[in-house]
């Protein structure tokens, strides 16, 4: 099984990268294709797409963490920011049927309770762009879950 690693930096000593590599030597003996996406990616984390907008220190993370934590009230900024993002992540087969979230949202699994947030976060914002943030972002997670080929595009700087 392919199994993704997805950080802000997966380099150096810090714990989050340790534990990356420990828990990818132990997937790699299993018999799984760990593989990695992150800012920065060190030796140790191959094959993998080094995507420099994913570092915690790329400028425009930096803005959006400011805006995220600088006060108290939801920053409409903040959504109109992120949601183009979402254009840069592709499912490669944008045709398959389309699935029933209601149904999902019952299961009693982690996938279950993943619907179930995102559908009730979606159903308190109903338009805009939040609203589209989070229904791509549950099509994708259930995409990643059903183990179907996503692409990421537009992640390259000048």
Not at 33 to 50: D, N, S, T, V, W
Not at 82 to 104: G, K, R
């Amino acid at each position: 099984m392919r199994i993704g690693f997805v950080a802000t930096r997966i380099a150096g000593l810090d714990g989050v990268s340790l534990e990356i590599n420990k828990w990818a030597e132990v997937l790699r003996r299993l018999g799984h294709e760990p593989f990695f996406c992150a800012g920065e990616l060190g030796e140790y984390a191959q094959p993998g797409l080094e995507a420099p907008p994913f570092h915690f220190q790329d400028p425009e993370a930096v803005a959006l963490h400011d805006e995220a934590f600088s006060g108290a009230e939801e920053s409409r900024a903040l959504y109109d920011a992120v949601a183009p993002a979402f254009e840069h992540i592709l499912l490669e087969d944008e045709t398959e049927a389309v699935e029933d979230f209601e149904a999902l949202a019952q299961q009693q699994t982690s996938l279950g309770g993943f619907v179930t947030r995102l559908n009730a976060e979606m159903s308190d914002n109903k338009k805009g762009r939040k609203h589209t943030m989070l229904a791509r972002a549950r099509e994708l997670g259930l995409a990643a879950f059903r183990n179907r080929p996503i692409t990421f595009q537009g992640l390259e700087r000048d």
